[in-house]
């Protein structure tokens, strides 16, 4: 049997964080909890106190579009000073937020499941698109680098040595 991993684990007392340190424990692996509340991160997990170690941290994450409390108000915080210019953007973007809130397609259980399943890939990918919204949205992206790339690529290679 292989040895248990241990996790270093953000925003451990709701939404992915949550899910990542439950399935961790799940699987046997210990846990670096950590968030704003290290009481309630040792109270919410107290039944797997001995591979369980909860650290205060307070830390600011971005678990993109997974259906967790990121878009409410008790986790959101949108700045209160207005740039020139930039008004109608802001406001676009905050209610474009308010509208998804709670219409996320994202499960936060599926993907700590899935975390775990690539924490324990013997080769795991250094890059992963955690939901069909963002892998279309890096699929899209690469497609355009791509496209730069190649409508540059004599460019590219006109820095090359003679004879190179």
């Given at each position: 049997?292989?040895?248990p991993k241990?996790?270093?684990?953000?925003?451990?007392?709701?939404?992915?964080?949550a899910?990542i340190?439950?399935?961790?424990?799940?699987?046997?692996?210990?846990?670096?909890?950590?968030?704003?509340?290290?009481d309630?991160i040792?109270?919410?997990?107290k039944?797997h106190?001995?591979?369980?170690l909860?650290v205060?941290?307070?830390?600011?994450?971005?678990?993109?579009?997974?259906?967790?409390?990121?878009?409410?108000?008790s986790s959101?915080r949108y700045?209160?000073r207005q740039?020139?210019?930039y008004?109608e953007?802001?406001?676009?973007?905050?209610?474009?937020?308010?509208?998804?809130n709670?219409?996320?397609?994202?499960?936060?259980?599926?993907?700590a499941?899935?975390l775990?399943t690539?924490?324990n890939?013997?080769?795991?990918?250094?890059?992963?698109?955690?939901g069909s919204?963002?892998f279309?949205g890096?699929t899209?992206k690469?497609?355009?680098?791509?496209?730069?790339l190649?409508?540059y690529?004599?460019?590219?290679?006109s820095?090359?040595?003679?004879g190179?």
């Open positions: 049997m292989s040895q241990v996790w270093f684990i953000t925003g451990s007392t709701r939404g992915i964080g899910e340190v439950t399935a961790a424990l799940a699987a046997g692996d210990h846990v670096v909890a950590t968030g704003r509340n290290r309630q040792a109270a919410t997990f039944e106190s001995e591979r369980l909860p205060e941290l307070d830390v600011s994450e971005e678990p993109g579009f997974t259906r967790t409390e990121f878009l409410e108000s959101l700045g209160t740039i020139a210019g008004e953007t802001s406001a676009r973007l905050r209610s474009h937020y308010a509208s998804y709670g219409q996320q397609s994202g499960d936060p259980a599926k993907l499941g899935v775990l690539l924490a890939s013997d080769n795991p990918p250094m890059r992963f698109a955690s919204d963002a279309e890096m899209s690469l497609a355009g680098v791509q496209q730069e190649h409508d690529q004599k460019l590219s290679a820095i090359d040595r003679a190179a």
